[in-house]
């Protein structure tokens, strides 16, 4: 397992990079625009962190910055902890029967949500190719957000 990000909603992209950039001192290493979505992912690293990001081999702040207005209360701004895994329907299964729900099932072999006990939602992704869909986690629905 490798942790991989966190992810921050932002209201203003260009307000919140001139604070963690040029304030902070994180450097963008990548930037993906949605426009099916809504969206625009800009990751950051720290300055000793920007080449091994760069190869996804250090973790990075990820701002997610939805192009639809939103007031984020009770902590929405804050989105997720994500972790690489080699196997997403083997840690799946040992979470699974350690009790703990599977909010979103990894129906496209690609990623899963689950939630800590104090509500942290956590996104679980495959590493490399998505794996083949596989059952039970095909016919598994959706409980509760993350």
């Known amino acids: 397992m490798r942790y991989l990000h966190t992810m921050v909603r932002v209201k203003n992209l260009d307000e919140s990079?001139?604070?963690?950039?040029?304030?902070?001192g994180l450097e963008e290493v990548r930037r993906i625009k949605n426009d099916k979505g809504r969206f625009t992912l800009v990751f950051l690293a720290a300055p000793d962190d920007v080449s091994a990001a760069k190869e996804n081999k250090a973790?990075?702040?990820?701002?997610?910055?939805n192009w639809d207005a939103e007031d984020y209360?009770?902590?929405?701004?804050?989105?997720?902890?994500?972790?690489?895994?080699d196997d997403i329907y083997e840690i799946c299964?040992?979470?699974q029967a350690?009790?703990?729900?599977?909010?979103?099932?990894?129906r496209d072999g690609h990623m899963a949500f689950v939630r800590s006990p104090d509500g942290i939602s956590i996104e679980i992704l495959q590493k490399g190719a998505s794996l083949a869909p596989a059952e039970p986690w095909i016919s598994m629905g959706n409980t509760g957000s993350w």
């Open 93 to 95: 299964a040992k979470l």
């Open 73 to 85: 209360t009770g902590g929405r701004n804050f989105g997720h902890l994500a972790y690489e895994v």
């Open 17 to 24: 990079l001139a604070f963690y950039g040029n304030i902070f």
């Open 98 to 106: 350690g009790g703990v729900t599977i909010n979103r099932p990894p």
């Open 59 to 65: 973790p990075c702040l990820e701002l997610t910055y």
